[in-house]
């Protein structure tokens, strides 16, 4: 059922891709993150220790009940929907057309989807905090996008509104980075490639679906703590904590997971 699921997702969606070699997109995240396979090779990611973060989160931030949180890249909605059940009132943003669909069947009074590009201003002075999660920052080449992306988030929130940026931690990649892997879901192969050029991280997703082939990318910026300051600064905020993982343990350059940093609307 899996299989078939996707084709018939492909067959609606033809603009993910389908191709006798190698395919053509508007821009790598349009195609791979409205693509089924997306979803499927990214099927088992851990709810329970992106709960457990959420938790620590909401305990550090400690916002009011009534507080208006944006979810700015939410994918599906996994976080917004957990921040709602726990009482907030959470709006999420993303790209995907496909994502926020899927997101849209769990709105309620409290909780709202929308189809947005993080680039642009959402709602001018709306929210209290805005959570970026799961390394949804840096997926553009030129640093005045990038930096286009804060400068929205500080439009969106209101007065001495917060904001949270999970991040993956480039110094560690580049002394771990796997450059090779080959993952079998059910009957689809996906052959990934990474690699870090011009401080750019790339990951070749090339996936085998029967007599079907399919090639998408990722890419995402390799920004360290230092870039991440200087987009802060020019975007109108104060960096408030840096920290290093999922428990908000401190961070270390050398050994860390993620880059977490929070800021406070200047």
């Not at 409290?110 to 993080?118: C, G, H, Q, T």
């Not at 949804?136 to 988030?153: H, I, K, P, Q, T």
């Amino acid at each position: 059922m899996l299989i078939k699921s996707v084709k018939d997702s492909l067959a609606s969606h033809p603009e993910t891709g389908h191709f006798p070699g190698i395919m053509t997109t508007r821009t790598w995240y349009t195609s791979w993150f409205n693509s089924p396979y997306y979803h499927m090779l990214y099927r088992r990611r851990d709810h329970g220790e992106a709960a457990q973060f959420i938790d620590h989160v909401l305990r550090y931030f400690d916002p009011p009940k009534e507080a208006e949180i944006l979810d700015l890249a939410c994918g599906k909605g996994r976080h917004s929907i957990y921040m709602s059940k726990k009482g907030f009132r959470v709006t999420g943003i993303d790209i995907s057309e496909q994502n926020i669909a899927y997101a849209k069947k769990f709105e309620s009074e409290r909780l709202k989807f929308a189809i947005a590009d993080m680039r642009e201003p959402f709602r001018a002075n709306s929210f209290d905090l805005v959570l970026n999660l799961f390394t949804s920052f840096g997926y553009f080449d030129a640093a005045e996008e990038n930096l286009n992306v804060l400068r929205s988030v500080h439009t969106n929130l209101r007065k001495d509104g917060q904001v949270l940026i999970d991040y993956l931690n480039a110094s560690l990649l580049r002394n771990t980075l796997v450059e090779e892997e080959t993952v079998h879901i059910s009957d689809v192969e996906f052959d990934i490639r990474r690699s870090i050029e011009n401080d750019i991280i790339k990951k070749r997703i090339d996936v085998k679906d029967g007599d079907r082939n399919f090639r998408f990318e990722e890419r995402v910026k390799a920004l360290e703590p230092e870039d991440f300051e200087a987009f802060f600064e020019k975007a109108g905020f104060d960096i408030v904590d840096t920290f290093g993982d999922y428990t908000l343990g401190p961070f270390a350059r050398e050994r860390s997971p993620r880059l977490i940093l929070t800021a406070r609307k200047r």
